[in-house]
């Protein structure tokens, strides 16, 4: 009787349970329990719920790149990304008091309140590249980070964060972290920009590399000007600032 108590279950899994990560109803049912002793286990306070078919052991404190984990497996395509991605790739030009989450997927998806309650974040599904390229290019997993978290290469992530300016990133910052990041992989950034369908995208990466005299300007020019589009793409950031992109000459 006692090996079927969801309070024993509970005690002879705790060793396998990683603390600070958050635990799915699916992760406890693979370890004996079902979904009434789950319950019982959180109305008793052997587990703290976090939200539906989500919990936490008690006392813990959610890990970041675990809860990013957990959120991999319901949003498909899941990724850091943009500002975000360069700053842990150690791109960065202001270090924020609070870190706030770009996050990045392939559909829309609405972040759980118990992530976004520890970690402020923001999510988009922008498709900023042509159904063509790879889903896996320019995303890998930090050296010493979580092996399902991915992260945007610099590469990627320079093109996500031109992709942001207007949308709440603003344009002097674009142009600090752009001119930081100089060694860019050319190779991986030219099939990237092939792929990318935005044409303010290329124009402002056009732009700003021939401003700032960076080495992959000529590839922004090439791409900028195989999209085309019109003579000017003009825009207002909502903190005022004019974008003024004028199509490049051939």
């Avoid at 309070?7 to 979904?35: K, Y």
């Avoid at 603003?170 to 972290?177: D, I, N, P, Q, V």
């Avoid at 190779?187 to 920009?193: A, F, H, I, R, S």
């Avoid at 992959?216 to 003579?231: M, T």
Wanted: glycine share 8%; aromatic share 6%.
């Amino acid at each position: 009787m006692e090996r079927t108590n969801p309070t024993f279950l509970f005690r002879h899994l705790l060793s396998d349970a990683p603390r600070g990560t958050p635990l799915s109803t699916v992760w406890l049912q693979e370890r004996g329990l079902n979904t009434k002793q789950v319950a019982r286990l959180g109305a008793d306070g052997w587990l703290r719920r976090l939200g539906r078919g989500i919990y936490l052991l008690p006392g813990d404190v959610l890990n970041r790149d675990a809860s990013l984990a957990q959120l991999v497996k319901s949003v498909p395509g899941l990724h850091v990304a943009g500002k975000t991605a360069l700053a842990w790739r150690g791109i960065r030009h202001n270090v924020a008091f609070t870190e706030h989450l770009i996050l990045w997927g392939d559909a829309p998806a609405t972040l759980p309140p118990w992530f976004t309650a520890a970690f402020p974040a923001s999510y988009q599904s922008t498709q900023l590249f042509d159904a063509a390229l790879p889903p896996s290019t320019g995303l890998a997993p930090l050296p010493s980070g979580h092996p399902e978290v991915l992260v945007s290469t610099p590469e990627r992530a320079l093109l996500e964060l031109l992709s942001d300016v207007g949308k709440g990133q603003g344009l002097e910052e674009a142009r600090h972290l752009l001119e930081s990041a100089r060694t860019l992989r050319r190779p991986v950034l030219e099939e990237l920009l092939a792929h990318v369908q935005r044409i303010k995208v290329v124009r402002l990466a056009c732009h700003m590399a021939q401003e700032l005299g960076l080495p992959w300007a000529d590839l922004a020019h090439q791409h900028s000007a195989r999209l085309g589009g019109g003579a000017r793409w003009v825009s207002t950031t909502p903190a005022g600032e004019r974008l003024n992109l004028k199509r490049p000459a051939i």
